[in-house]
């Protein structure tokens, strides 16, 4: 049976409250204005003239942003070592979730490791002890700064937080946009970042 509203509201207010900041970021954009045959840079910094640090050919989409210089003309984005810098005006933004939490969601963390993805097509938690669990959701609401999602897995509820704030997962450079917390309202809390892109 779905547990009520209001729970996950409370709980979502005291974890996440707070004026709304950098609402719009992290989000999805996808390349536009680049030729056929030619590509968008990534760079190290946000110049044209820094070294690149790879390419997104024409067309692509799902490049998470994380943030933007102050002239809003370059994106800091995520790449599986460190990130780069993309030039806005070759990126359009994807229309956001029309869920609470973005969809597709990849979040993990270590020590223990961990992950869980939401996608359109459902959820799934994971360790390397328990192996894939099929997650069914309750609910999930949103805040200024996030959202509480809270799924059925097997038997337990798990909660997801997911909160709009820089995050490190302890073991690369990459740059991640939003912190998770996964708590099974027991004895597992589990403390991650998530992502936009499985980039």
């Given amino acids: 049976m779905p547990p009520p509203a209001r729970p996950l509201a409370l709980a979502l207010a005291l974890l996440l409250g707070g004026a709304a900041g950098a609402q719009d970021l992290p989000a999805r954009f996808s390349v536009t204005g680049v030729a056929a045959g030619d590509a968008l840079n990534v760079r190290e910094r946000p110049d044209a003239a820094a070294r690149v640090l790879g390419t997104l050919p024409p067309g692509s989409t799902g490049v998470e942003v994380l943030e933007t210089t102050p002239d809003g003309r370059w994106g800091l984005m995520p790449l599986r070592e460190g990130s780069g810098w993309v030039a806005m005006q070759f990126l359009a933004p994807e229309a956001p979730a029309s869920t609470p939490l973005p969809r597709p969601?990849?979040?993990?963390?270590?020590?223990?490791?961990?992950?869980?993805?939401?996608?359109?097509?459902?959820?799934?938690?994971?360790?390397?002890?328990?192996?894939?669990?099929?997650?069914?959701?309750?609910?999930?609401?949103?805040?200024?700064?996030?959202?509480?999602?809270?799924?059925?897995a097997g038997g337990e509820t798990l909660d997801l937080t997911v909160v709009r704030k820089a995050c490190s997962d302890g073991m690369s450079d990459r740059s991640y946009g939003l912190a998770a917390m996964v708590w099974n309202r027991g004895e597992l809390f589990l403390e991650g970042c998530c992502a936009l892109s499985a980039r």
């Avoid at 969601?105 to 097509?121: D, K, Y």
């Fill in 105 to 152: 969601l990849f979040c993990r963390g270590t020590e223990p490791f961990w992950a869980l993805e939401v996608t359109s097509e459902g959820a799934a938690f994971s360790t390397p002890e328990r192996g894939e669990v099929p997650l069914r959701q309750h609910g999930e609401v949103a805040g200024f700064t996030g959202g509480v999602a809270a799924f059925d």
